[in-house]
């Protein structure tokens, strides 16, 4: 069985201020499993960043991206196993779990946090990928 790749796209297109190519997605279905790319204050249509300079506004769009993704992977965010987050700072945890709480109330997720120096680009606060495994009725 091979495994579905949902929005493929190269990096050469998302960073052209980087010298890279290479062919990613933002998320892999495999045996009822989805694999989500890391979700960052962008809004993925037009790769333009949103919220510069505000954690939250990053957070809210990055967890957009993520429901959005599952259900092109025909899951929901009730579908979420783990999430990991990385931050830039660790006085915005309080408003990044915050707002990612109210996309996940309910959900009980598995959850990773980490203090990173930089993300891929320096206008970016908090990046959040997750793993989902799709129900019965997804899948």
Request: glycine share 8%; charged share 25%; with cysteine.
């Amino acid at each position: 069985m091979k495994h579905t790749r949902i929005r493929p796209f190269n990096t050469k297109d998302t960073y052209p201020e980087q010298n890279l190519d290479n062919d990613l997605c933002q998320a892999v279905v495999a045996n009822g499993v989805v694999y989500l790319r890391g979700q960052i204050g962008q809004d993925v249509d037009t790769r333009e960043s949103v919220g510069i300079g505000d954690v939250r506004a990053q957070t809210e769009q990055a967890m957009s991206n993520i429901k959005m993704f599952l259900e092109e992977a025909g899951g929901e965010l009730e579908d979420i196993v783990k999430v990991t987050v990385y931050i830039v700072d660790p006085r915005y945890r309080e408003e990044v779990y915050q707002t990612m709480g109210r996309w996940l109330t309910g959900v009980f997720p598995v959850s990773t946090g980490i203090v990173v120096s930089a993300l891929a680009r320096p206008e970016w606060l908090v990046e959040i990928d997750a793993t989902a495994v799709l129900s019965k009725e997804s899948a």
